[in-house]
């Protein structure tokens, strides 16, 4: 028998901490499609690690990549040096953003890169001698992260709660998510585009337009339980922030690296953003890396504006641009290209689309909504218990079925990893459908 888990110290985050006392579930080891947990089960992983293993568990490239880096040079720093990596990781990154997005900013996660591109925000206005903008609008619903900038553009109350006011001069979006008029429509919504028009009536209505520096949303919302845009929405959001000088971020650290079946989701709904801010995909989630890419005026304005040798942006972290992370984006972009994982994601997009779809009727099921590799399945709620129904889904798919699902309230995401077989998608969905119909 192994020694039992001391459970006394490590600090589970956002988890109920009391109900895992005695033994959380532990996972061992992971390979392709495949967690193994601690008693020898091999678990289906429907959701890509937390949706950012895009090209399967322990990739054998990327694994060997990081090896290599480790045992050649563990760590070099990047303020005021660098390490050819460094520059190879950005150049690589730029190979598959949004043509015009081509200058890189590291940091090590998504948190970090939300507030990296609120910062350059500010500051792109500042150095730009239009420092009158300083407000910020993000959306209800929308998560981005856990710094005090991502809790602050963020519009989820719980992850704001206990920690004070944030940020100064935030406002909120009302997210598009309609299911009245949309439930059950497969890709976009029809329904909701005017929502977008909401950023206008605020900034005439409420703030003065030249007092706003960035609007920042996820193109579309995924940790709040996979809300779509609808329509025309997003083009709409980048057509007001045009005529008032806001610049927009999209916020890909879910959307990126192929889950819409396209390298961004800029390129998906053909919407160019002034910031990208990415992560999760980035390394395949082997190490921790996050970027944020950015327009090359933006750039610009920051290298003009400083006086000759003097630091254009006050900002960076000791492990940007990581020697093991920068070689395992390196490595990872490289085996996007190579095994032509985007392509193959739009390719299996509409079987996956059917899969879900075959859940409607079944008990609970309130509304099934899909784009690309990614799904998101509304139960009705037990009332007073909300996400209880979901939870309970979550448990029997894991126990029972040898399904790794996650819930969010009483929404099911699905977000596997890329690489995912037809047959896979059947067992994922057919395990959702075992348990439902035993509800
Ligand atoms: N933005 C979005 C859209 C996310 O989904 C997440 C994480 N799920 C983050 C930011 C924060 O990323 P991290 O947990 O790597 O800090």
Known sequence: ?????????????????????????????????????????????????????????????????????????DFAPTFQMGHPLAFEAATALVSISPSGLNRVFFCNDGSEGVDTALKIALAYHRVRGDGMRHRLIGRERGYHGVGFGGIS????????????????????????????????????????????????????????????????????QGSTGVIL??????????????????LLIFDEVI??????????????????????????????????MGAVIVKQEIHDAFMSAAPENTIEFFHGYTYTAHPLACAAAIATIDVYKEQKLFERAADHASYFEDAAHSLK?????????????????????????????????????????????????DIIALSPPLIIEKQ???????????????Q
Not at 158 to 177: I, Q
Not at 369 to 396: H, M, Q, T, Y
Not at 424 to 438: C, H, P, R
Request: hydrophobic share 40%; charged share 20%; net charge positive.
């Open 255 to 288: 959307t990126g690296f192929g889950r819409l079946g396209n390298a961004f989701a800029a390129d998906h709904f053909d919407v160019v953003p002034d910031m990208i801010v990415c992560a999760k995909g980035l390394t395949n989630a082997a190490v921790p």
């Open 153 to 220: 553009v963020g519009g989820i109350a719980g992850n704001r709660k206990h920690f004070g006011p944030a940020l100064p001069a935030v406002d909120h979006l009302r997210h598009p998510l309609n299911i009245a008029k949309n439930a059950f429509s497969r890709g976009l919504p029809e329904h909701g585009a005017e929502m977008a028009d909401e950023l206008e009536q605020r900034l005439l209505a409420l703030h003065d337009p030249s007092t706003v520096a960035a609007v920042i949303v996820e193109p579309l």
């Open 424 to 438: 896979q998608i059947d067992q994922l969905f057919g395990s959702i459908a075992n348990v439902l119909k035993a």
């Open 229 to 246: 845009p609808p329509k025309g929405y997003l083009q709409k959001l980048r057509s007001i922030c045009d005529k008032y000088g806001i």
């Open 1 to 73: 028998m192994s020694t039992p888990l001391n459970t006394e110290h490590f600090w589970m985050p956002f988890s109920a901490n009391r109900q895992f006392k005695s033994k959380p579930r532990l996972m061992v080891a992971a390979e392709g499609m495949h967690y193994t947990t601690d008693d020898g089960r091999k678990i289906l992983d429907g959701t890509a690690g937390l949706w950012c293993v895009n090209a399967g568990h322990s990739h054998p490239k990327i694994v060997s990549a990081i090896q290599q880096q480790a045992a050649k040079m």
């Open 361 to 409: 009727g079944l008990p609970f099921v309130k509304d099934v909504r899909n784009l690309g590799l990614v799904c998101g399945i509304e139960l009705e709620s037990i009332p007073g218990k909300p996400g209880s129904r979901a939870f309970d889904v979550f448990l029997k798919c894991f126990w029972e079925q040898g399904v790794l699902i996650r819930t969010t309230g």
